[in-house]
């Protein structure tokens, strides 16, 4: 009965952060949602340059597929380097988005649902600790959903098109290994859209219980974002949106890369990411737990 | 307000030294327009077993969050091992274990993973300690069969008893567990009982939370009666019991002869189901059983009757029901 007491305990106040971001990860990954949701973004990729592949071949290349008003679409059909960026665009626009809101409604809300919130308090880990941890465990996420897009995008590619279609937008053949760096600049900067997504959505999650809060905010202040894109009326208002900026990920294709819309997104999404954090941690350090 | 029944050795010391573990001066929460709690004033002196009593709704959890400095009062200090809550957190919370408004895990991880993740936070476990304080916890509280079932299929005891578990995972200074025995069949509450006892007999300060009297009778040394929001006693649990008339209980066949040989005597008596109840504020024991006996009634067993915690408890509470009151507020009101 005193069991306990094999255990002895180590003199000090904290825990060191790589073993409470080491359990985060552990628990984000084994959740079978999380699973289940990079498994079905792995799919995107494939099916998207199999559909352009067959649509290409009924009618000729340059004309098929399309959607989502993403210009890239039609040129990743034979182009083992466009197909990466072209997947990473049409899913910024939406669905990467969602999981991100979705990753930081379980982060606080959903833990706080399930009363998982007060034992990590009650630890203690100190509020401003906690939503670091959240953070890095939303960012790490993140960036798995990117890199395992354009992974699964350019084998793809590879696989229907071989090495030899590294082409750009303006007509160059890349090396396998610049072609590589292309996709991987797009994939951080698509992960650092989403960093600023997930840093709105802590914000939100922080002051909620519900998950699904989350996700809806998400979608809605996405969606619009993009309509408001659309109106010119408001164009005082169009350098504000997050959004702005994310039809510039064709530019990675370009040569030379035109670097001024990709890092004044980049900026906006740094800004998003200082604010969003900044109203997560004013929320969780007076929130009662 | 209603003045605070207050005995032993606490009664009015507002500077009692270190051998207190826990102890709130003038706390007050205020939700919106309700108010939870409301000058509350406890002492838990160290190495105690202290039950809080009261009714559903009467700022037991809310206390309990404050002194764990979850929620910030919106008057009135807590001090916490010694260190000012909610400030004093990082420090005195590693060396309190707490199951407060029920445990909280995930469902689709199973038992040990759940503790496995709330283990990792702990500052005082090593990390090579974590897999075995993890098994001594479960053994500890009877779960060690269905570690390995996932959290969702658990039944409410078993998750009750996994959330005893998280609180114990590393030798405490402190325990405080908010309503444990909750969803608890019979055997299960005599275990948390028993596992309350060993912590005791550790020397470890719990602080447990109830609204089952006979619980809190059994396992307590000490006792705290919240009702609406305020404490309105609190002290060792026997110096409370006793503090009603004294009298003897007196099981005989004879009832109705005994009160006439009482009455005979100028004691105070009446039947109860237990037996004749004699009081002793004129008389002693020993006079009560010579009277009886001298007048031919058969006493098969004399006790002395202790004011049962459920006759103190609607005492206090009913005292204060019938005068103002706060208004009634929902534990844990966001």
Known sequence: MTATLDVTPVERWSVPFHRLYRAELRWIFRRPRTLIVLGLLALIPVIIGIGLTIAANNEGP????????????????????????????????????????????????????????????????????????????????????????????????????????????????????????????AAVWVTLQLWAVGAIALAISACTEHPMLVVVSVLAGTVVSTVLLLLSAVDWLHPFLLPRSWTAIADILRDPIPADQLSEGAIRAVCYIVIGLSLAYAKLSTKDG | MTETLSVGALAGAPTAGPALAARTRGLRKVYRTAVAVDQVDLDVPQGAVMGMLGPNGSGKTTTIRMLLGLVRPTEGEVELLGHRMPEGAPRALPEVGALVEGPGFHPFLSGRENLRRVASAEPRLASAGIPRAVENALERVGLGHAAHRRYRGYSLGMKQRLGLASALLVPRRMVVLDEPTNGLDPAGTREIRNIIADLHAEGVTVLVSSHLLAEVEATCTHVAVLHDGTVVAQGELDELLESGTPALIVSTPDGDQALTALRDNRIAGRLTPEGVRADLAAA???????????????????????????????????????????????????
């Open chain 2, 284 to 334: 002693t024991a020993p006079q009560v059983i010579e009277a009886l006996v001298r007048s031919g009634v058969a006493v098969h067993e004399a006790k002395r009757a202790r004011t049962g915690l459920e006759d103190l408890f609607a005492r206090l509470t009913q005292r204060d029901s019938e005068t103002d009151g706060l208004p009634d507020v929902d534990e844990g009101a966001a």
């Open chain 1, 62 to 185: 340059g004309q098929g597929g399309g959607g989502g008003g993403d210009s890239l679409l039609p040129a990743a059909a034979g182009n083992a380097l466009v197909l990466p960026l072209a997947t990473l665009g049409v899913t910024l626009n939406l669905m990467l988005p969602l999981i991100t809101a979705m990753s930081a409604g379980d982060a606080l809300a959903g833990e706080s649902s399930v009363g998982t919130l007060r034992g990590l308090l009650l630890a203690p880990v100190s509020r401003g600790r906690l939503l670091l941890m959240k953070a890095l465990g939303v960012a790490t996420f993140t960036l798995a959903a990117a890199v395992l897009i354009a992974v699964v995008a350019m084998l793809t590619g590879l696989v229907i098109n071989g090495t030899g279609s590294l082409f750009t937008l303006s007509g160059n053949t890349l090396s396998f290994v610049d072609a590589l760096g292309r996709v991987a600049l």
